[in-house]
């Protein structure tokens, strides 16, 4: 998938994410975390995330912006390799989350923590929406290093706009929702 679709993927499974399950949870109900600023990061995290597998790609636009990581992560892995597994995603996620427990306090953790759940959420939209093209995934990374895929949507093609059109529906659903809980009595 290009750019575009893997932005609309992130914002969609970050406001699904937050409006599903992150705002429903205990911290967040007891009015110290339900400032707009919790999920405003969480979003942004989201979208950062979702373009961050790309980096071992020369090409992308985090690659682009930052070249030197990129050629080290493309050299050091390829294309679609570590960054685009799930294991190593889930992996990363949980080092950062034990770093940041141990290392942070207060509020400055909380953010921590929701910045890199919002990463997560945005980095695993970008490798199911990979999931979706002919090229795969490298599923059972670091065990194996083939690639599974769930279609066969060609990169750029009809199916990908198809499903960046249906992403950003369900996000005009998702946020007409909440705008319509605002109005109930």
């Known amino acids: 998938m290009k750019y575009p679709a893997h932005v609309v993927g992130g ?53 682009r912006r930052l070249p030197l990581l ?10 679609r390799g570590a960054t685009h597994a799930p294991f190593v995603t889930v992996t990363l996620t949980t080092i950062c989350a034990l770093g940041i427990h141990y ?32 090229s795969g995934i490298p599923l059972l990374y670091p065990l194996s290093n083939r690639h599974f895929r769930l279609a066969s949507m060609k990169t750029g093609g009809i199916g990908e706009i198809i499903i960046t059109f249906l992403m950003m529906f369900l996000i005009v659903c998702m946020c007409a929702g909440n705008i319509a809980q605002l109005f109930k009595p």
């Open 103 to 134: 290392l942070l306090l207060g509020t400055i953790q909380w953010f921590a923590l929701t910045l890199l759940a919002g990463i997560t959420t945005g980095s695993l939209s970008h490798i199911f929406l990979d999931a979706l093209t002919k």
């Open 70 to 79: 990129s050629r080290l992560a493309n050299a050091t892995m390829g294309h």
């Open 11 to 63: 914002l969609t499974f970050g406001i699904a994410a937050h409006q599903y399950i992150l705002q429903h949870l205990p911290i967040m109900k007891s009015g110290e975390f339900s400032t707009l600023m919790f999920p405003a990061l969480f979003i942004s995290g989201s979208l950062f995330g979702s373009l961050l597998p790309d980096i071992d790609h020369r090409g992308s636009y985090l690659g």
